[in-house]
């Protein structure tokens, strides 16, 4: 049974038919792929304009309100690409006054953050010391310790 549906099987795949839905024939192997300008569907407009969908207006009534598409409308070939869910497009700042805002608030912070280092004096608190050499052998150090293990060392005592 086996062995009659993988006879079956192949002669399938050696068909004409078959090779030539494929594109190839036995002899020749793969054959060239068509130019994708030249392929044309029939019936189907091919020359759309391509429209974003965001730049529909989101007040009027269609078919498939989110997608703003009425029912029966062709696709363009990249409606994937021209419907909402793509990244948004700006129409309200051109290029150029985006980048003079960016580049005003790279001055303005840069600007802070140099009068802040210039006029910070520290931490407002006095930092911590140990007595005893900084708490050396209570740390488990020991004297002769390449290195030591002792906290901050009171220099006061």
Do not use: C
Request: no cysteine; charged share 20%; net charge neutral.
């Amino acid at each position: 049974m086996l062995a009659r549906t993988l006879r079956a099987s192949s002669r399938l795949i050696r068909s004409p038919v078959v090779l030539a839905r494929q594109g190839s024939t036995a002899a020749t192997g793969p054959g060239p792929h068509p130019d994708p300008s030249t392929i044309k569907l029939v019936e189907y407009p091919n020359d759309m304009p391509a429209i974003n969908a965001q730049l529909r207006s989101p007040h009027e009534k269609y078919w498939d309100q989110q997608g703003r598409r009425n029912f029966g409308e062709p696709l363009h070939e990249e409606a994937d690409i021209l419907n909402v869910f793509t990244p948004d497009i700006h129409t309200m700042v051109t290029p150029r006054k985006a980048l003079a805002l960016q580049a005003g608030f790279a001055m303005v912070f840069v600007t802070v953050a140099g009068f802040v280092y210039l006029t910070w004096d520290g931490p407002p608190m006095v930092r911590r010391t140990y007595p005893y050499g900084g708490l050396e052998r209570e740390l488990g150090g020991l004297p002769d310790d390449k290195f030591p293990r002792a906290a901050r060392i009171d220099e006061s005592a």
